[in-house]
T-cell receptor
């Protein structure tokens, strides 16, 4: 069964304190892995797509990486405005019509 | 601007009532989705549609129904058969094989 697990569930950082969020997945033929940011009471906002192991994508203070079993979202020198829930999702070649989401990591960055 | 519009943003329902959540997109996307989000949980797929007049059940379709009569519209009805309907509902769309989903702002349903 295709599955996505994110850790930790919650993360508190001081402003400037870098860290990483983990997304472990099992899927029968990965077509793509996606990262989203979700602010409270809002819909998720797309951040990155990764397709193959070794691939990296960057956007401002965020960098996403992918291996054959997991993905990391690295946050460098975070700011309070980076506080949000970060969601990971996978898409399998066997069913490109749907994404399977993890439960998310809620990040709080304190000034 | 192109995007996905969900309405209403907040909805209160009495037990035993059916309610319909609206989702409209002007992105010319073929595929549309409904997800449910509960506190501390990820998004769970209710229904999806990859083409007009066709749709498939997701992982938690019981107690829900949908229609896809137009490319732009994918309304979700939460029926009285849904045992625990209080949740945050998200509509999304994407085009072709591209995996990136574009989400609406969500509808929060509360059963009184």
């Amino acid at each position: 069964e295709d599955q996505v697990t994110q850790s930790p569930e919650a993360l508190r950082l001081q402003e400037g304190e870098s860290s990483s969020l983990n997304c472990s997945y099992t899927v029968s033929g990965l077509r793509g892995l996606f990262w989203y940011r979700q602010d409270p009471g809002k819909g998720p906002e797309f951040l990155f797509t990764l397709y193959s192991a070794g691939e990296e994508k960057e956007k401002e203070r965020l960098k996403a990486t992918l291996t054959k079993k997991e993905s990391f979202l690295h946050i460098t020198a975070p700011k309070p405005e980076d506080s949000a829930t970060y969601l990971c999702a996978v898409q399998a070649w066997s069913n490109t019509g749907k994404l399977i989401f993890g439960q998310g990591t809620t990040l709080q960055v304190k000034p | 601007d192109g995007g996905i519009t969900q309405s209403p943003k907040y909805l209160f329902r009495k037990e035993g009532q059916n309610v319909t959540l609206s989702c409209e997109q002007n992105l010319n996307h073929d595929a549309m989705y409904w997800y449910r989000q509960d506190p501390g949980q990820g998004l769970r797929l209710i229904y999806y549609s990859q083409i007009v007049n066709d749709f498939q059940k997701g992982d938690i379709a019981e107690g829900y129904s949908v229609s896809r009569e137009k490319k732009e519209s994918f309304p979700l009805t939460v029926t009285s058969a849904q045992k625990n309907p209080t949740a945050f509902y998200l509509c999304a769309s994407h085009s072709g094989l591209a995996g990136e989903l574009f989400f609406g702002e969500g509808s929060r349903l509360t059963v009184l």
